[in-house]
């Protein structure tokens, strides 16, 4: 069975500062990861993606997040938060030997950007 | 492009009421799933529809059941509903085969009442 585990309900951070949201996953062979947001009473966004080769990505709005195997992480990442980033994150991940795209995520991780 | 498209945004049912949900995938997609999202948790897979079988389920019961149109679209039924089904129900489309994210929907929000 695969799992995600977001351990932080709530990060709180100034608005230019950096921001990171944690994940860490639990999944039999190679993960694919994913990262997506919501805005209040809205469906999720994609973000990024992790599949295969560099372990740094980048995806929309200025984010970033990167793999670690070793650790089975994959945190969420921004070199400067703007007060607009403040949104539910969640973090995904499926198996790459899944014939099925299902995926499980993470509880969720509220992300305030203070002024 | 639409991207993925749900209906009705909104719901209010009486309890042992039946529902339909609707979903429309991104132009493209072939592959619907859908998800439970209670408040203050992430989604939770209910199941996945493929070439119009359910080809892969969650741990829901049997009164969640669903149907997948040659056109792509799809619809989730839930029968005698419970309190404990309001939730927000999120349609999420893809491309079977590849490795390209899963498309949202906005997701319609069920009360059960």
């Known amino acids: 069975a695969q799992s995600v585990a977001q351990p932080e309900d709530q990060v709180n951070v100034a608005e230019g500062n950096p921001l990171t949201v944690k994940c860490t996953y639990s999944?039999?062979?190679?993960?694919?990861l994913f990262w997506y947001v919501q805005y209040p009473n809205r469906g999720l966004q994609f973000l990024l993606k992790?599949?295969?080769?560099?372990?740094l990505v980048k995806g929309s709005y200025g984010f970033e997040a990167e793999f670690n195997k070793s650790q089975t992480s994959f945190h969420l990442k921004k070199p400067s938060a703007l007060v607009s980033d403040s949104a539910l994150y969640f973090c995904a991940v499926r198996a790459e030997n899944s014939g099925y795209s299902t995926l499980t995520f993470g509880k969720g991780t509220m992300l305030l950007v203070s002024p | 492009d639409a991207g993925v498209t749900q209906s009705p945004t909104h719901l209010i049912k009486t309890r042992g009421q039946q529902v339909t949900l609707r979903c429309s995938p991104k132009?493209?997609?072939?592959?619907v799933s859908w998800y439970q999202q209670a408040l203050g948790q992430g989604p939770q897979f209910i199941f996945q529809y493929y070439e119009e079988e359910e080809r892969q389920r969650g741990n829901f019961p049997d009164r969640f059941s669903g149907h997948q149109y040659p056109n792509y679209s799809s619809e989730l039924n839930v029968n005698a509903l419970l309190l404990g089904d309001s939730a927000l129900y999120l349609c999420a489309s893809s491309r079977a085969g590849t490795r390209t994210e899963a498309f949202f929907g906005q997701g319609t929000r069920l009360t059960v009442v």
């Open positions: 992790y599949i295969t080769g560099d372990n």
């Open positions: 132009s493209g997609h072939d592959t």
């Open positions: 999944v039999s062979g190679n993960p694919y």
